[in-house]
T-cell receptor, first 111, second 112 residues
């Protein structure tokens, strides 16, 4: 029940495309859903996060869509660029709990 | 500079030896975490601490130990009981689990 399931494992898109990464969770106590971006050999860095009181959040070219009833959330990257090529992780937590990560999606944006 | 510092960046260990990975933060964060990263398996939680002198096991604690004697420091010891210790280890901290976690640059441990 503590798991966060992420798909796909890898994704290849052309420059300008809109990659979509999906995550699903079971624990209804989760109330914080961040996305992290990681470049090779580096630690992950927060990209964008959402709480369940909203269904969508945009920051620049990155959008989170959140479906509370389905217990799913997804990351959309608009007008993707080669510099967006990285590994993306979704995560979930609740106050007083622990931060649980999905398995990661390796994104490659071709020029 | 405020941040979270892991050292060393690369570490080599002989089989049967214990080794300690350092993690220090000057962000005044209460919560600290250790994750292990293997290819294709994401980040798996080893231990976490929400306050000084208290810590809890994560999903893969066997073969690892931690201490939290100071707010700023959360060292991880990889013991000889850990069967497959070669991995990339990441330390993180946050004000609490429900806010942004800041990660260090990681320590790559190789058993030789």
């Amino acid at each position: 029940q503590q798991q966060v399931k992420q798909s796909p494992q890898s994704l290849i898109v052309q420059k300008g495309g809109i990659p979509i990464i999906n995550c699903a969770y079971e624990n209804t106590a989760f109330d914080y859903f961040p996305w992290y971006q990681q470049f090779p050999g580096k630690g992950p860095a927060l990209l964008i996060a959402i709480r369940p009181d909203v269904s969508e959040k945009k920051e620049g070219r990155f959008t989170i869509s959140f479906n509370k009833s389905a217990k799913q959330f997804s990351l959309h990257i608009m007008d993707s660029q080669p510099g967006d090529s990285a590994t993306y992780f979704c995560a979930a937590s609740y106050y007083g709990g622990k931060l649980i990560f999905g398995q990661g999606t390796e994104l490659s944006v071709k020029p | 500079d405020g941040g979270i510092t892991q050292s060393p960046k690369y570490l080599f260990r002989k089989e049967g030896q214990n080794v300690t990975l350092s993690c220090e933060q000057n962000l005044n964060h209460d919560a600290m975490y250790w994750y292990r990263q293997d290819p294709g398996q994401g980040l798996r939680l080893i231990y976490y601490s929400q306050i000084v002198n208290d810590f809890q096991k994560g999903d893969i604690a066997e073969g690892y130990s931690v201490s939290r004697e100071k707010k700023e420091s959360f060292p991880l010891t990889v013991t000889s009981a850990q069967k497959n210790p070669t991995a990339f280890y990441l330390c993180a901290s946050s004000i609490d689990p429900n806010t942004e976690a800041f990660f260090g640059q990681g320590t790559r441990l190789t058993v030789v």
